[in-house]
């Protein structure tokens, strides 16, 4: 549920409990104290297991409006796919495809989030009602995207990403994975606050898939709590990706469990927001799972990080 945001830890009364962690997006706040599901909408011809089904934008909406319907508690939008290999589009493209979806959306019950590394984009979307930016380049591509985020109070999502879509699985060997990927969020961080982004704004995501071998994250996973130090909630997106496929031996239509298995370790671990496609059996899932933990008093597990 979403509320009209207050200062972080603000205590309502005397004695009364600090309010829980949240995300800050636009002048609403979602309350992070379970676990939130953030929709994929991909409006694109290429993406990896989606590409293509929801190019027309009457049906990019209804496709949103079902996710909302099943539980996401953000929609996010991309228009230019990100899978390894995947060639760019021009902003004027991208913005082209997104214009007509977002129009379609500005009356949606949750903050739409629109995942682009392009400022030019970035400043339309918010004009068009965007209420976040999810930039998979954690503001290496254009770091101009951080003082439009601090002027706009928009939330901001910083991923990992070694090099470009285009190269990162070109060499995915680290000396040590979780330590390059947790120094790459703290340099991503260190740009949007000196830009003058509220910390309660900022959400970061190790990049699963993103210039990391199938081995690299099942470790990114296992060892999430090392990324808790860094101050910011974290956000994961396992969904449907090669490494399950890989695993598993299954397509990318047959990976909504082993999706779910990755969510809940990563639950586990620390992650409180979770893109994913198949919003229902994730929301059920992930509820499930965090009852379990509450119910166990559990803090997130501590690990090698
Ligand atoms: N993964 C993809 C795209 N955007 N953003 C964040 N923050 N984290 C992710 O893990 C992430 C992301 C790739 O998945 P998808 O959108 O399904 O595919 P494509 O990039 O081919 O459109």
Known sequence: MLTDSAPAGSASAA????????WRLRGRRLPLDRPAIVGILNVTPDSFSDGGRFLDPGRAAERARAMVEEGADVVDVGAESTRPGAASVSAEEEWGRLAPVLARLRDLDVPVSVDTTKRFVAERALAAGAAAINDVSGLRFEPALAELAAREGAGLV?????????????????????????????????????????????????GIGFGKSAEGNLELLARLDAFRGLGSPILVGPSRKSFIGKLLNVDSSER?????????????????LFRVHDVRPLRRGLDLAHAILAAGGARPRRGRG
């Open 256 to 272: 909504i469990e082993g999706t779910l298995a990755a969510c809940v370790m990563a639950l586990d671990r620390g992650a409180s």
């Open 158 to 206: 910083l991923m990992h990403m070694r090099g470009t879509p285009r190269t990162m699985q070109e060499d995915v060997s680290y000396g040590d994975l979780v330590g390059e990927v947790r120094e790459g969020l703290r340099s991503s961080l260190g740009v949007a606050l000196e830009a003058g982004c509220d910390p309660e704004q900022v959400v970061v995501d190790p």
């Open 15 to 22: 004695g009364a409990p600090a309010e829980p962690p949240g």
